[in-house]
Every structure is written in C-alpha cells, then in structure tokens.
C-alpha cells in the first residue's frame, strides 16, 4: 500500500492499481458490507477494512489523499493506527489552497436497534461518547473524548483490536478474521489478555472510537458535533452516516479551522489549520 498527495478537494480516495487504477471514492455510497470490519465497494470492485486508515486520516486532519494498494485488503498492521499516524508524520502533512468545510450538525439524528444506540447533535468541536457491554473478562466501559484538543494521536489511534480466544474457530470457518494474530490484535481468554498488557486500561472502549472516527469518515468531512454512541458497531455507524447524508436538513458545509494533534509529546506540532491538508510525500 502507499498514500499520495491528492489535490484540494479530493477527499480520501482509494486505488486499485492491480485493477487498472481503479478508484473507489471514501463515501457512504460506496458502503459495500459491515460485519467485523467496514468494506468499500464501486462497480464491483472491493475495498476491504478501510476504517483504521480512514480513522487515522480524519484524526491527523487530512482530507485529501490518494491510497493505492494492490489487492483489496488493507493491512491491519498492529490493530491500531498508530503506525498510519507515525508513517504521516515522517512524511509530513501540507496546507493546500482551499478553505477547509466540515459537516457541521444543525439537527440530532439517531438510529436505534434494541439496546443498542448511536445519534450525532449539534456541538462545538468533534465530541465522542462511547459505552460498550463486553462478556467478562471486558464488561461495561466508557469514554468521552474531544478530537478538536488534539488527542487523537496519543489517546486514541494506539488503541487495538480486540477478540476473544474462544471465537476464534468459528470466526475462521465464516471466512473472517483470515489475518488476524497475536501480532495485531488483542486476544482475550477467560482471565484477560493473553498476549501482552493493555496500552490502556480501557483500551477496548478506545479502539470502538477509533472505528467510529473511521467509519465517520465516510461522511465525506469531519464532523462538527457531537456522537454519543451506546453498544454500537461498525453496521450502525455506517447506518448513521447514511441517514445523516440523507437528512439534508440537519448539517450544513462550514468552513471552520480544525486542529491536527500531534502523536506524542516528542513529536513536532502540527498548527491549527484553516486550509485544507494533504500529505506531503509518499
């Protein structure tokens, strides 16, 4: 896989340079499939596992960017973000010659399913409040976190996936999980982890925010507002953003400036941001 610069005003666009460049747009039209991962499909042709790239983009503040990659996974790496986000910065990130919009949220919208609950409101910045209900030995936990105060990279993208042990055959014999290991994903026994310690205490709850951020992305723009998302998952996020382009009602395009964090503490400030960003190289 390898990311180019775009021009302002490509949005995150993917290419399937095995399949004579074929380009696949990031939007909520082309959501093909949701289960334990979020896929892309135009014409036939598949993105598949596009939300930590997706989340890491929208949490670092680029919006235009060309993703070429030549088979129609994208790989998972550690579970997290973490290593898009380190990989933008040794490359750099650029102010382009375009005032940057968001969606900004005039009007709540929700979706519903049982118990289960995710609705976007209006509110300065780009607020998320996540609960999740795991079987032992994950349980309940939560997290609020603000993206415009610039934490994505050091709270949120190093968060992993996460499965329990004991899912795993079945999961195989479906077809799914086929790249999934110890390496890049947090595998769960009955007692807890089995392979490592927690990055952090609730590094579940973070990881399901680091998948809303992705499959947010599908918007097409940031989000100005605010989520609150309740036992949710990768079939209701994208059904949010789904009811959300079609109720023309309740946003608007704003241009607004938005901050891009930094990874850690040691790592240069990237400046709050009024235009629009793209990487600066491959």
């Known amino acids: 896989m390898r990311l180019l610069p775009a021009a302002a005003g490509s949005g995150i666009v993917f290419r399937r ?20 991962a979020t896929s892309l499909m135009r014409q036939g042709v598949l993105i598949s596992t596009t939300e930590h790239l997706l989340s890491a983009l929208i949490g670092m503040g680029v919006d235009n960017v060309i993703v070429e990659l030549d ?12 290593p898009y ?60 976190v603000d993206l415009a105060a610039e934490v994505y990279g050091s709270e949120i993208a190093p968060a992993r996936t996460f499965g329990y042990k004991a899912d795993e055959a079945r999961l195989r014999d479906m077809g799914l ?5 110890a390496e890049n994903a ?12 927690l990055r952090f205490p609730d590094e579940y709850v ?21 989520v609150v998302a309740v036992r949710a ?33 040691s790592t240069s400030k990237v400046g709050r941001r009024i235009a629009e960003t793209a990487l600066a190289s491959a």
């Not at 340079?17 to 334990?36: C, H, I, M, P, Q």
């Not at 650029?94 to 118990?115: A, K, M």
């Open 17 to 36: 340079t095995d399949l004579d460049n074929f380009e696949v747009a990031a939007t909520g039209r082309n959501v093909a499939k949701v289960s334990y």
């Open 71 to 82: 088979n129609l996974e994208l790989p998972i790496l550690d579970g997290s973000a973490l």
């Open 85 to 144: 986000i380190e990989a933008f910065q040794r490359a750099g990130i650029r102010e382009q010659r375009r005032r940057r919009e968001v969606l900004r949220i005039l009007h709540p919208v929700e979706v519903r399913d049982g118990d289960k609950f995710i609705g976007v409101y209006p509110g300065p910045g780009y607020r998320i409040s996540y609960s999740i209900d795991f079987p032992a030995p994950i349980g309940k936990q939560s997290t609020c």
């Open 177 to 181: 999980i086929r790249g999934a290991s």
């Open 186 to 197: 947090i595998v769960l026994g009955e007692n807890g982890p089995e392979n490592g310690a």
């Open 206 to 226: 973070r990881h399901k925010v680091l998948d809303l951020v992705g499959d947010l992305a599908l918007a097409g723009r940031r989000l100005e507002g605010e």
């Open 233 to 265: 998952g990768h079939a209701m996020h994208t059904a949010l953003v789904g009811r959300l382009l079609k109720n023309r009602s309740a946003w608007e395009l704003a241009h607004v400036p938005v901050a891009m964090p930094p990874v850690s503490e």
